[in-house]
Structure formats: C-alpha cells, structure tokens
C-alpha cells in the first residue's frame, strides 16, 4: 500500500470513530461494518447520512438511494460539512 492510500485509510478510520457510529462489528478487523439488511432499515432516517466514496472510475449505475457521492481524496474538503451528531455510513464498494 502506498503513503497515499495509508493516509487516506487513516482519514477515513479517524472520520468514522470520530462520528462514533456505532454499528456491529463483523470479521477481526476492527472495521464497523453492516449488514445489507441492517442499512436497508437505516435508510431515510433523518439522523443518517450515507456516503458514496468510491473512486469515479467505480461509480456504477447501482448506487444506495439517497447516497451523497463524495471525493474520497478530498477528505478534508467535505468531512466538515455532515454534522457530527448524524450517524455517518461510508460505502466504497
């Protein structure tokens, strides 16, 4: 991995504790993680706000409803402007 993509992985693991979003954890890395079941029940809450970071070469057709697409190297850019009591849910894949 390179300095760039660990810095970007640190960033996005600081942006998510954070918010302290607290979701179920799943597998051994330490990653909060969701089921699809369990985001599909979080949708439309006024109190949750998704994000779709992946890289623009990525974005497919398929995209969460409501999901708001954001830079993922340009953290700094918009990670200030989602309020910190929301719970904020990051997708990249």
């Not at 340009?74 to 904020?88: M, P, Q, T």
Request: proline share 4%.
């Amino acid at each position: 991995m390179g300095r760039k993509q660990g810095s970007l992985l640190v960033v996005f693991l600081a942006v998510l504790f954070a918010w302290s979003a607290t979701v179920s954890a799943a597998g051994g890395d330490g990653v909060p993680r969701f089921s699809k079941d369990e985001l599909k029940g979080l949708l439309g809450n006024p109190d949750v706000v998704v994000l779709d970071v992946r890289f623009d070469g990525n974005l497919a057709p398929s995209r969460i409803a409501g999901a708001v697409h954001e830079d993922p190297e340009k953290v700094d850019s918009w990670a200030g402007k989602y309020a910190r009591e929301k719970r904020i849910v990051l997708y990249c894949s």
